[in-house]
């Protein structure tokens, strides 16, 4: 039987980095050094992510080259550095926003050598956003980039159309392309053994037992929404709403 290959891809700041504790605690995963790689965002080259200034990603991009220790990029080489590792897993949250043609593609090569599930995790959209802004502008900060405060990152974000349907587009996206897909919210996964029990039938594994632990969280500090704010994002963001709605009933 071929091995399983784990990827999820995001959202970005909806508890991925706690579901990875909790799959490596529980014995689904061994320890793999790089939860991100980025090697499939870094592979496909282009500039498709709306929300990183360009400078940035030029910035980061040539870092995670670096720290990573690929000489090359190349899919065979992605399938090679996939089963050097016991458990094969990609937490990478770029594969979210990655385009349906280049899953498509990437797709069948990697069928042809794994049984592939996909696991996404979405939040509260406007806290998801806010989070990731404020994330965001620490990290432009840290790179020495021309940065924004978190609000102004957060209007630029909740004014653009593929913010405004992101969970819409993830969510189709991924169901058309792959057979195994699994979409969890954060706030409902990690209060319900019910949810993990599920997550474990999905994974093939006996159990997944909750954990009681929150990582990677961003602490907004003095960084915070006003409710006009909030509503505000609400209604711009209503369409993944919507659809996170469905998730939490």
């Known amino acids: 039987m071929k091995p399983m290959l784990i990827i999820c891809p995001g959202i970005a700041k909806s508890g991925t980095t706690t579901l990875w504790r909790v799959l490596e605690d529980n014995g689904v995963i061994g320890h793999v050094a790089n939860k991100e790689t980025h090697y499939l965002s870094i592979l496909y080259g282009k500039d498709y992510d709306e929300i990183y200034p360009t400078d940035i990603k030029v910035k980061y991009g040539t870092w995670l080259i670096k720290k990573n220790g690929f000489e090359t990029y190349s899919l065979d080489n992605y399938i090679h550095y996939l089963k050097s590792i016991s458990s094969p897993v990609d937490f990478s949250q770029s594969i979210s926003n990655l385009p349906e043609h280049f899953l498509e593609e990437i797709r069948d090569v990697l069928l042809e050598h794994f049984r592939v599930k996909i696991i996404i995790l979405y939040r509260d959209p406007v806290e998801r956003l ?83 632990r929150k990582d990677n969280a961003t602490s907004y500090h003095s960084h915070k929404l006003s409710e006009k704010d909030i509503e505000i994002g609400k209604e711009k963001l209503k369409s993944s709403y919507e659809y996170y709605s469905t998730l939490i009933s």
């Open 130 to 212: 806010f989070s990731q802004c404020t994330n965001l502008s620490i990290e432009t900060n840290r790179w020495g980039c021309e940065t924004k405060s978190p609000i102004e990152f957060f209007y630029d974000c909740i004014n653009k159309p593929a913010f405004q349907t992101l969970y819409n587009t993830v969510s189709s996206k991924f169901d058309r392309v792959f057979d195994d897909v699994l979409s969890l919210s954060m706030k409902k996964f990690y209060g319900s053994q019910k949810e993990h029990d599920r997550l474990a039938e999905f994974l093939e594994v006996p159990s997944i037992n909750m954990l009681n």
